[in-house]
Structure formats: C-alpha cells, structure tokens
C-alpha cells in the first residue's frame, strides 16, 4: 500500500526521506537533530515512544488489535502488550463504558462503587 502512495506521489527526488532538498543518509541522526532542536520536554525522546503512543492510541480509538499490530509491525502478541500500556484511566474508562452499555450491572459491583468514592474524594487514602 505505500508503494502505491509514493508512486503517486511528485518526485521531486529519488529518496524518499529528504530535507532542504538533500537525501538523509542517516534516519538515527536526523532524528537526533529534531530532538536537539525541539529541547525541553522533547530532549529525550526516542522512535520507540512514538510507537507505544501509536499502539495507545490506536486501541484507544477502538482499532482492533490484530490491526493495530499489523500497523506498528509487531509480530508477537507479547511485544504488543508491552507497548499496549493500561494505565488506571483506561480501567475506569472501560467500566464506564460498561456501565453505559449496560446499567445497572457495574453500579452494582461493590469494589466498583469504593473506587468511585475513592476517586471523587480526590484519593486522599489508600
């Protein structure tokens, strides 16, 4: 599929990865500059973080995994749940869900109804 979109593409090079009109001959250092450049909070930013946010975001959007897995190039499940990162709002956001989908049943689970307290007492304890 991304033959296809290049081909169509204008060539205004040869190369596909280019900037100020001058092949990159080095992804890893092109990368390095950007970074350098941007500073701050961007100063230790890897490929790799792109790539967890990608999954995060693809599952989090409702991609089914085995096609989110196909886009990051990830070939074992095992490698795609570590990038797959549950973090305690996507755990209270899928109990939401469930709850709307079908009322009554989540309202009704007591650990449920703790952290609900808990969370909006501004987790003061525990």
């Known amino acids: 599929m991304m033959m296809y979109f290049f081909k169509r593409l204008p060539h205004c090079s040869a190369y596909v990865f280019t900037f100020q009109g001058r092949h990159l001959t080095s992804i890893r250092t092109a990368w390095e ?3 350098e ?3 701050g909070p961007y100063e230790n930013l890897l490929v790799h973080d792109l790539r967890r946010s990608a999954v995060r975001n693809f599952t989090r959007s409702g991609v089914p995994e085995k096609i989110a897995m196909r886009i990051s ?3 074992s499940r095992s490698v795609f749940d570590r990038y797959n990162i549950v973090v305690e709002t996507d755990l209270t956001n899928a109990m939401k869900s469930l709850q709307a ?9 007591p650990e449920v ?3 609900e307290k808990w969370q909006a007492e ?3 304890e525990g």
């Open 33 to 35: 500059n950007t970074v």
């Open 113 to 115: 109804l703790d952290f």
């Open 37 to 39: 450049a941007l500073g």
């Open 122 to 124: 501004g987790k003061k």
């Open 73 to 75: 190039g990830h070939k």
């Open 101 to 109: 989908k079908q009322p009554g049943f989540v309202s009704s689970v």
